[in-house]
């Protein structure tokens, strides 16, 4: 008898913390009709992923035990189902899956979820370019940007933040991002005005906005909101990708990933990356099995950039 071939994974059994990650070997799955088994050259991670994990939000989106993880990847097409056309072993491709399966040496995907990897991107960009480059895309377009608006952007160096000030000085916007200073220059040399945290960032912003603000993005929570109702944006020009409550209360929008998450923005992404026109920085890169650590540093949130497992 044929034994059954296996790949590494990486897997839950509970809620919890860091402690409930573990790598399982599990059986390679077969591609239906319209599906591509891809090698995972490199996955990204995301805080949403590690709330998930730990029980946050388990009446929205429930795990089913045993649980794996993740949603942005980037690698090489194995084999495609008997109708995918488009596609063929061998392609270098990036994409998403919706099925919490991404951070493994291998991933079943419907083929409609893959684009191909330009030249210019590298696996570690295009491995971490869904979530947070798709979330940037629609919370960009939920403010109605325009060229000359002035944008207020709080996690301005973070995961999604780094990708919206980008996205809005490629509109024409004028840019300020809320960071701290050691992600100063970052912001300088993509032409966004920083402006530090803490006591007296409202008259930092005025000062840096020349006493006028159009739109705020929040991908921090905590106050944001507040904040940008505070400095007279209207509701609908002020967008959270966190703050829920505070958006219901205030009647502001939620654009994030579920409005920005298909293919063909997956795609314009990484033709800007390969452009030149966008960057995605990559703060850490870890192997598989040390999939605990690169939770723990995400954890930190002091992190620039993305962080990246690479099977």
């Known amino acids: 008898m044929e034994s059954t071939q296996k790949f590494r994974a990486v897997k839950y059994d509970k809620y919890g913390g860091i402690d409930v990650l573990h790598i399982e070997e599990v059986p390679i799955p077969v591609p239906g009709k319209t599906q591509a088994l891809v090698r995972v050259c490199a996955a990204g991670i995301n805080p949403g992923e590690a709330s998930i994990r730990e029980g946050v939000f388990a009446k929205q989106w429930p795990a089913s035990f045993p649980s794996g993880q993740g949603s942005d990847f980037a690698g090489i097409v194995e084999k495609v189902g008997d109708n995918v ?21 291998l991933v079943l995907v419907e083929a409609t979820q893959l684009v191909r990897r330009p030249a210019g991107v590298s696996w570690e960009q295009g491995g971490s370019l869904f979530v947070v480059g798709t979330t940037a895309y629609a919370a ?43 992600n100063h220059p970052w912001l300088s040399r993509h032409e966004v005005i920083p402006v530090t945290y803490g006591e007296g960032m409202i008259d930092r912003i005025w000062t840096a906005s020349g006493g006028h603000v159009d739109a705020f993005i929040d991908t921090v929570g905590g106050g944001y909101v507040e904040l940008a109702i505070e400095l007279g944006i209207t509701p609908d020009r002020i967008d ?34 390969d452009e030149g026109d966008l960057e995605i920085p990559i703060a850490r890169v870890y192997p598989l099995d040390e999939v605990r650590d690169a939770y723990q540093e995400l954890a930190k949130r002091h992190t620039h950039g993305k962080v990246v497992l690479i099977p």
Request: no cysteine; glycine share 14%.
């Open 240 to 273: 959270t990708i966190i703050d829920f409550k505070a958006a219901g209360k205030y009647h502001v929008r939620t654009a994030g990933n579920s409005d920005g998450g298909r293919p063909e923005v997956l795609a314009e992404l990484a033709r800007m990356i």
């Open 140 to 182: 960009v377009n939920a403010v109605a940007l325009k060229p000359g608006d002035t944008l207020v952007v709080s996690g301005a160096a973070g995961g999604v933040g780094s990708v919206v000030v980008q996205l809005a000085i490629n509109a024409g916007a004028k840019v300020i991002g809320l960071a701290s200073e050691t």
């Open 85 to 105: 056309k488009d596609l063929a072993a061998g392609d270098e491709v990036i994409g998403f899956t919706n099925d919490r399966a991404s951070q493994a040496e």
